[in-house]
């Protein structure tokens, strides 16, 4: 009964290649995030959907593209692939906008992104 | 702006205690939590501690949060080898929706 899943687990690629990363929730939760951990664990908020609409979106490169289809996916695609997005990258949900309720986001397993 | 600073290393032996630090910015951050991440692994929610308090105690773990300085700590009592991992402090304003502004991850290395 996995909470937060992702697919691929493992994604290498060339240069230049478009790709994506899937991300599915079962929690019923409103909120959705993408985060990035580089090489030295450093983890980055990407982009966050709230019902399907964006509500956070930090500075990245127009490359990366979130699709939120409905409430519980949050699927990340990303187009031209640079070296520098080699990462894992982290889906992660929460409950959503409601008043004094402990913000608990609960994370997918991961996505080892390696290019070439 | 946000930020939130971590010893990034820190090495005991088995059965001691652990004590992880951890700095943060945002005032209005209503939660504070601590995630785990073993390796090659997600992150795993250990704990975490509401403002309004000082310490939070949970079986071995024992949170400490001094808001007037901003400092947060994370103490594991008898510490394991199966307590090795990366430990992150991470601070939200009560705001949900809101990202995890997370530290830069302190590496726990247990040795029997």
């Known amino acids: 009964d996995t909470a937060v899943s992702q697919t691929p687990k493992y994604l290498v690629t060339q240069m230049g290649n478009d790709k994506s990363i899937k991300c599915e929730q079962n929690?019923?939760?409103?909120?959705m995030y993408w985060y990035k951990q580089d090489s030295k664990k450093f983890l980055k908020i990407m982009f966050s959907?709230?019902?399907?609409?964006?509500?956070i979106n930090e500075t990245v490169p127009n490359r990366f593209s979130p699709k939120s289809p409905d409430k519980a996916h949050l699927n990340l695609h990303i187009n031209s692939l640079e070296l520098g997005d080699s990462a894992v990258y982290f889906c992660?949900?929460?409950?959503?906008?409601?008043?004094?309720?402990?913000?608990?986001?609960?994370f997918g397993p991961g996505t080892r992104l390696t290019v070439l | 702006g946000e930020d939130v600073e971590q010893s990034l290393f820190l090495s005991v032996r088995e059965g001691d205690s652990s004590v992880i630090n951890c700095t943060y910015t945002?005032?209005?951050?209503?939660?504070l939590y601590w995630y785990k991440q073993e390796p090659g692994a997600g992150l795993q929610l250990l704990t975490y501690?509401?403002?309004?308090?000082d310490m939070k105690q949970d079986q071995r773990l024992t949170v400490l949060l001094n808001k007037k300085d901003k400092h947060l700590s994370l103490r594991i009592a008898d510490t394991q080898t199966g307590d090795s991992a990366i430990y992150f402090c991470?601070?939200?304003?009560?705001?949900?929706?809101?990202?995890?502004?997370f530290g830069k991850g302190t590496t726990l290395s247990v040795s029997s």
């Open positions: 991470a601070e939200t304003p009560n705001q949900a929706g809101t990202a995890l502004i």
């Open positions: 945002d005032s209005s951050s209503t939660y």
């Open positions: 959907y709230n019902n399907k609409e964006l509500i």
């Open positions: 992660a949900s929460s409950q959503g906008f409601r008043d004094y309720v402990r913000n608990e986001q609960f």
């Open positions: 929690l019923g939760h409103d909120t």
């Open positions: 501690i509401f403002s309004n308090m």
